[in-house]
């Protein structure tokens, strides 16, 4: 699965693995940290994830460097995510996160966008048609998991562009 | 108590002070002028008593019997094998515990003997050979020798100032050998070691150090983050060093601050202060792990 991932240059560094007391290495410290979670989980395709896992995956723990980056870190690293609107907790206790390598108002944008491309405003669709029907298939919003969605679709509705609604068999968007 | 032996209260022959405790008085009757004492031979062992509701602090002295060939003392018999001395604001204990306030009274100590040794001189014709010895011993038992070499300058500021010049002088020559700085702690070592008596206290070395950049001397004292203190040459540019730093770091990929004080020939403390000013400059970044403290080139500010 970590084949065709490329590390960045950082991972292979020591001092990436220790929080800098230097406000602005930090600065850039965090920003590259932030950068490998969401490049990380968009290649193997991981939507959410618990703390405890992250603590063991490589992503923060490089064995052959024999270096990892201690929980309260990567505590920051996931605050600093969250701030961005790129993670959002599932739980109250800060165990398991969503993970979303494009924030959902991005994601809004580009299924709007197709929606109005394809003239297909007004139309009603269900959720699993978006991410899995055959008309999005050379879309990058295709196969995309159905929690981001549905806050794609949430941040639309806010702009008043969709609507969020029940159909026979789960849940669908109306795109006005 | 048949133990007390009436005495003159000056030193014997053969007789030093090992000890003093002043704010104790003993009156005979109305007079002032008299003097008590028990021979150290008396004592079994003595027990601090502490202070109750009401109750006074003492100290309790166990004492052997009187021997029979005793000098006349102000009681006959006894039938107690005790004594205790009781202190007003617990003499004792506060005044070991609060050195500040010993201070003071030493400086009355010191006060009240000039005026003794001024007035010996006053009375120079008028005074017989035999008096002047028991004023001079009365001198001795207080414990004064002679003035400290603090009361020439006056305390405070004035004697820090000297000082301060003083250690100017002292100090150029062996800040040049280490490279234009050194830590506190090794001037003092070094500075004390030179005085050999009138040793200087900490407090007296950091309060002259404080005012040489004043004075505009050619040292300075300077205090590192960390609170290490460091007595640096006018000339020296620790900011300039740490380019230096980066350098060799940078030659030998990282290093902790050991490696890196053998390298340069620094104290590691020393060393450590300077990677630390290269951390806080952006020069270098930190790897921290169960191998050790170990510094870098800060890749992270110059590769993309």
Known sequence: MAMSFEWPWQYRFPPFFTLQPNVDTRQKQLAAWCSLVLSFCRLHKQSSMTVMEAQESPLFNNVKLQRKLPVESIQIVLEELRKKGNLEWLDKSKSSFLIMWRRPEEWGKLIYQWVSRSGQNNSVFTLYELTNGEDTEDEEFHGLDEATLLRALQALQQEHKAEIITVSDGRGVKFF | ?304
């Open chain 2, 1 to 304: 108590m048949d133990r007390f032996v009436w005495t003159s209260g000056l030193l014997e022959i053969n007789e030093t002070l090992v000890i003093q405790q002043r704010g104790v008085r003993i009156y005979d009757g109305e007079e002032k002028e008299c003097c008590m004492a028990i021979l150290l031979s008396q004592i079994v062992f003595i027990e601090e008593q502490a202070a109750g509701i009401g109750k006074s602090a003492k100290i309790v002295v166990h004492l052997h019997p009187a021997p029979p060939n005793k000098e006349p003392g102000p009681f006959q018999s006894s039938k107690n094998s005790y004594v205790k001395l009781s202190f007003k604001e617990h003499g004792q204990i506060e005044a070991f515990e609060d050195l500040s306030k010993l201070m003071i009274k030493a400086k009355e100590m010191v006060e009240l003997s000039k005026s003794i040794a001024n007035k010996i001189k006053d009375k120079q014709g008028n005074i017989t050979e035999d008096e002047t010895i028991r004023f001079k011993s009365y001198l001795l038992s207080m414990g004064i020798a002679n003035p400290v070499t603090r009361e020439t300058y006056g305390s405070g500021t004035q004697y820090h100032m000297q000082l301060a010049k003083q250690l100017a002088g002292i100090l150029q020559a062996p800040l040049e050998e280490r490279g234009g700085i050194m830590s506190l702690t090794e001037v003092y070592c070094l500075v004390n070691r030179a005085r050999g008596m009138e040793l200087l206290s900490p407090e007296d070395l950091v309060n002259a150090c404080k005012m040489l950049e004043a004075l505009k001397l050619p040292l300075r004292l300077r205090v590192f983050d960390s609170g290490v203190m460091v007595i640096e040459l006018q000339s020296h540019k620790e900011e300039e060093m740490v380019a230096s730093a980066l350098e060799t770091v940078s030659e030998k990929g990282s290093l902790t601050s050991e490696e890196f004080a053998k390298l340069v020939g620094m104290s590691v403390l020393l060393a450590k202060e300077r990677l630390l000013l290269a951390e806080k400059m952006g020069h270098l970044c930190r790897d921290d792990s169960v191998e050790g403290l170990r510094f870098y080139p800060n890749l992270f500010m110059t590769q993309s």
